[in-house]
């Protein structure tokens, strides 16, 4: 269906808003555009993510339940809700859709990448850094941007191989606008820390919690304003997705 009421078009809206900042109105319009077209995959996934990202947990669960039965599955879609799912801490029905995932024949970078992280963060260390290898050999991996900078950082952490993690990790936050700067700055105070540099490591904290606060605004305006202070992702020494609230 075309037009206003169609799942194309609210779905093209409800990303404007989000790449906007403006989160409630992009849920407000992916809702409808999953009521339109309640088993597609791309919307399904879409307004998942913005109700993770609005900390609506159990909705975004909920929306992911039956992704056994969306329609138009392809691999991307499957690594993004492996991905969602594992954020979600649904640890279990993450690895059943990343078995899947690894039964596709040559999956392209985007794919890979996030397979990585799924790896990284579950402690498939060996199994994320073949795939980094495999990334850096594959010349189309040049689309994948600072998302792969990252995972080579903390692939670089974890290798404890921290001057280095460090390196790229700053030169994320030099391409990063200033709201999402504090996703590599609080990993970055890690190694700081671990390589001796406590007085450095304490300056970043400081600027990953600007930079944290800025991303409140814009998502969660009503606890920005509020004067408790937020999380401090790095009193739990790990993902700050891997944290619930």
Same mark, same amino acid.
């Given at each position: ?24 109105? !992009?849920?407000?319009? #992916? /809702? $409808? ?7 597609? +995959?791309?919307?399904?996934? =879409?307004? &998942? ?10 909705? !975004?669960?909920?929306? #992911? /339940? $039956? ?7 392809? +691999?991307?879609?499957?690594? =993004?809700? &492996? ?163």
């Amino acid at each position: 269906a075309q037009g206003a009421n169609s799942a194309d078009f609210l779905l093209s809206v409800g990303l404007l808003h989000l790449e906007r900042g403006d989160y409630e109105h !992009a849920r407000h319009l #992916l /809702a $409808d555009a999953r009521a339109a077209a309640p088993r597609d +995959a791309g919307v399904a996934i =879409q307004f &998942a993510q913005v109700c993770y990202d609005l900390l609506r947990i159990d909705e !975004a669960t909920a929306t #992911l /339940a $039956d992704w056994t039965k969306l329609d138009d599955m392809t +691999a991307e879609h499957l690594a =993004q809700i &492996a991905l969602l799912l594992l954020n979600l801490g649904n640890a279990n029905e993450s690895n059943a859709v990343v078995r899947r995932l690894l039964q596709e024949p040559a999956p392209g970078p985007s794919v890979l990448l996030k397979l990585c992280q799924i790896f990284e963060r579950t402690n498939r260390v060996d199994d994320a850094e073949a795939g980094l290898n495999a990334l850096l050999a594959d010349t189309r991996s040049a689309v994948l941007g600072d998302e792969l900078v990252m995972l080579r950082a903390q692939l670089a952490q974890r290798r404890k191989e921290h001057d280095t993690a460090v390196q790229l990790f700053e030169g994320v936050v030099e391409r990063e606008p200033a709201h999402r700067r504090h996703l590599a700055l609080f990993p970055m105070a890690k190694s700081l820390q671990a390589a001796g540099h406590p007085a450095r490591a304490w300056q970043v904290l400081q600027q990953a919690h600007a930079a944290q606060l800025q991303q409140l605004a814009r998502s969660h305006p009503q606890v920005a304003a509020c004067d408790e202070p937020p999380l401090l992702i790095t009193r739990h020494s790990c993902d700050a997705n891997d944290i619930t609230t």
